[in-house]
């Protein structure tokens, strides 16, 4: 079965505190992974997917197929940060339709 | 960048009547739209795949007859909520699908409906 799962609902944290942001998948394949933001009142925006191995806006998310996970990581939280967080993997066989993780709501208090 | 249009942002309906919600894709072409629905603060739920001329697909569990998907052209697909009812009070978003590479790999998402029946 295709699955994404997101463990913790809400993830609090002082400014300047490291961040991980857990996701954890099910997929027999090849995956292919991406998280998502949505900052309040607006609507949903890449933040990185796997296969470019990028930082944006200082996070960062490692494939590791051994543990079939993508956690979200960064270094030193900002308030600017808080958002909710989705991890979606592609689905090769169905039209490529993105199945979402449950989400995370991350809060970086001051 | 490829942006979805989506319209309207929020609507009020009264229960026992239709509603319809407008995905345009500016920019490209979008030959497929994904159709999702949201609850608060949870994940988004795929509903229905729409392809441009041929019958949308439906996930498990979604009634096709109360959520119409018209996908009749490059541009635009519409999903109309039909005897609404207060439990179908969401937030309704669609997507499509980006082809090609490097910036333009991926999804883009429309803003969201917010519909609440009364």
């Known amino acids: 079965a295709q699955r994404v799962t997101q463990p913790e609902k809400l993830l609090s944290v002082f400014k300047g505190a490291p961040v991980e942001l857990k996701c954890n998948y099910s997929?027999?394949?090849?995956?292919?992974l991406f998280w998502y933001v949505q900052y309040s009142r607006q609507r949903l925006q890449l933040l990185l997917r796997?296969?470019s191995r990028e930082s944006i806006k200082g996070f960062t998310a490692d494939l590791n197929k051994g543990e079939t996970s993508f956690h979200l990581k960064k270094p030193f939280a900002q308030e600017e940060d808080s958002a909710m967080y989705y991890c979606?993997?592609?689905?090769?066989?169905?039209?490529?339709?993105?199945?979402f993780g449950q989400g995370t709501e991350l809060s970086v208090k001051p | 960048g490829a942006v979805v249009s989506q319209h309207p942002s929020r609507v009020i309906c009264k229960s026992g009547t239709s509603v319809k919600i407008e995905c345009r894709s500016l920019?490209?072409?979008?030959?497929?739209m994904f159709w999702y629905r949201q609850f608060p603060k949870q994940s988004l739920m795929l509903m229905a795949t729409?392809?441009?001329?041929?019958?949308?697909?439906?996930e498990q569990g979604v009634e096709k007859d109360k959520f119409l998907i018209n996908h009749a052209s490059l541009t635009l697909s519409t999903l109309t909520v039909t005897s609404a009812h207060p439990e179908d009070s969401s937030f309704y978003i669609c997507?499509?699908?980006?082809?090609?590479?490097?910036?333009?790999?991926?999804?883009?998402f429309g803003s969201g409906t917010r519909l609440t029946v009364v």
């Open positions: 979606a993997l592609r689905s090769h066989n169905q039209g490529g339709k993105l199945i």
């Open positions: 997929y027999s394949g090849s995956p292919e």
């Open positions: 920019d490209f072409q979008a030959t497929t």
């Open positions: 796997h296969i």
């Open positions: 997507s499509a699908p980006l082809r090609g590479r490097g910036a333009n790999y991926g999804y883009t």
């Open positions: 729409s392809n441009e001329g041929s019958k949308a697909t439906y």
